[in-house]
Every structure is written in C-alpha cells, then in structure tokens.
C-alpha cells in the first residue's frame, strides 16, 4: 500500500513558477513508477509528466515540454514537479499517482496507475 501527499501548489502569476512536492510513504518507492496528472474545470484528466522508479526516464506531455521538469529523491521517497513560465492554461489540481512497473513505457493514462493523492490546487492568473 502506497499513501501519497501533494503540496507546493498556489496561485501564481502567468509568467511565475511553482514546485510541487509528492511524498510517499510505503516502501520500495524506488520500484514505482511516478506520474503527475492535472484536471481542470470542465475537462477530463490529463497526463503532464511521468519517472520510472530509477529516475533515468521521464516523460511529458507535449504542452509543458521545455516548461516542467519532473524529477525524484528516492532516498526522500518524493517526486517533484518543477514548473516555470506558467499559463492559465495551467489552471488545474494536479495529482501524483503511482504504479508498481518494471517496464520501459511510462503509462500515459491514469486507470493504469494504482495509488493517487488527493490533490493540490495551482492557479495561474493573467
């Protein structure tokens, strides 16, 4: 069983930049693969970025490529979300989740994933 906790969210201005924490308690984080997913009013849930348990591979969503970097501290048990040069577009809760995957694909689409956090608001402001 894998509890996982969002912080770091916030209004922000178009422009600004937030990290956005996950922590996970359990053990063997090293072996999940991570992912972040965000959900705006209105819209379905979408993949943003996602990190195999041994940090080498990433993966992103083509509309926060070169702007959203995801990286983990597996000592920390705790993946981030660094996000810079922010939208309103951005506008969503964003959600950590996590897979127990020994593959090489980082999974794209939520029903994959087992564990989910509850969530942390960003807001991006024009």
């Known amino acids: 069983q894998v509890q996982l906790v969002e912080s770091g969210g916030g209004l922000v201005p178009a422009g600004g930049s937030l990290r956005l924490s996950c922590a996970a308690s359990?053990?063997?984080?090293?072996?999940?693969?991570m992912g972040w997913f965000r959900q705006a009013p209105g819209k379905e849930r979408e993949f943003v970025a996602g990190?195999?348990?041994?940090?080498?591979?990433?993966s992103y969503t083509d509309s926060v490529k070169g702007r959203f970097t995801i990286s983990r501290d597996n000592a920390k048990n705790t993946v981030y979300l660094q996000m810079n040069s922010l939208k309103p577009e951005d506008t969503a809760v964003y959600y950590c989740?996590?897979?127990?995957?020994?593959?090489?694909?980082?999974?794209?689409?939520?029903?994959?994933?087992?564990?989910w956090g509850q969530g942390t608001q960003v807001t991006v402001s024009s």
């Open positions: 989740a996590a897979i127990l995957h020994i593959g090489l694909v980082i999974p794209r689409t939520g029903e994959r994933y087992d564990y």
């Open positions: 990190i195999r348990g041994s940090g080498a591979g990433t």
């Open positions: 359990g053990r063997s984080f090293s072996s999940y693969t």
